[in-house]
T-cell receptor, first 112, second 114 residues
Framework: DQQVKQNSPSLSVQEGRISILNCDYT??????FLWYKKYPAEGPTFLIS?????DKNEDGRFTVFLNKSAKHLSLHIVPSQPGDSAVYFC???????????FGQGTILTVHP | EPEVTQTPSHQVTQMGQEVILRCVPI?????FYWYRQILGQKVEFLVS????????KSEIFDDQFSVERPDGSNFTLKIRSTKLEDSAMYFC????????????FGPGTRLTVT
């Protein structure tokens, strides 16, 4: 199932700089997109989401951008902090209450 | 803050044995889910449950799997006859769903089939 893809397995950034995590999707029926953060030995933690009718959603240091024509979304973290080091998953859903389809995840490492 | 809980955190079982993984979703949530993540692979959907019945299931969720909400709080996943390839992290999630798509995940149960 390659409907949601995160092509960068890892990303390394310096503390205080911007982290940009990318995600592509193929299913035009996806109505809602979410980003989750996961630490080892824990479950995914919801971070931020965006509806398909919007192109940007911001929550503190986290901003998600959606480009529907390109079927692409990105998560920006500014400024990055060492505590942000984790695996970040992009996920998408077709309808309210429906299953989430996940990308492979990107390992973010923020260096002090 | 309310959270999804799962027990046990780690379960080791022999091939062919039955296992039951337990979850307590967030109390006012209406939709419940099971996902799994095989080591090195994506988190993949197994099944969703709403109003005391399965609302959606994946092709992975075959006759060996079943789900139940035996009382007002627990949500269980049963694997009748485990196979080696069932070894994975199993995550329970719940969603309020009236107005939000967000699903909240438990910490997971690591299932090891030997």
């Amino acid at each position: 199932d390659q409907q949601v893809k995160q092509n960068s397995p890892s990303l390394s950034v310096q503390e205080g700089r911007i982290s940009i995590l990318n995600c592509d999707y193929t299913n035009s029926m996806f109505d809602y997109f979410l980003w989750y953060k996961k630490y080892p030995a824990e479950g995914p933690t919801f971070l931020i989401s965006i509806s398909s009718i919007k192109d940007k959603n911001e929550d503190g240091r986290f901003t998600v951008f959606l480009n529907k024509s390109a079927k692409h979304l990105s998560l920006h973290i500014v400024p990055s902090q060492p505590g942000d080091s984790a695996v970040y998953f992009c996920a998408a859903s077709v309808f309210l209450g429906g299953k989430l389809t996940f990308g492979q995840g990107t390992i973010l490492t923020v260096h002090p | 803050e309310p959270e999804v809980t799962q027990t046990p955190s780690h379960q080791v079982t022999q091939m062919g044995q039955e296992v039951i993984l337990r979850c307590v979703p967030i109390s006012n949530h209406l939709y419940f889910y099971w996902y799994r993540q095989i080591l090195g692979q994506k988190v993949e959907f197994l099944v969703s449950f709403y109003n005391n019945e399965i609302s959606e299931k994946s092709e992975i969720f075959d006759d060996q799997f079943s789900v139940e909400r035996p009382d007002g709080s627990n949500f269980t996943l049963k694997i009748r006859s485990t196979k080696l390839e069932d070894s994975a992290m199993y995550f329970c999630a719940s969603s309020e769903s009236r107005e939000s798509y967000e699903q909240y995940f438990g910490p997971g149960t690591r299932l090891t089939v030997t």
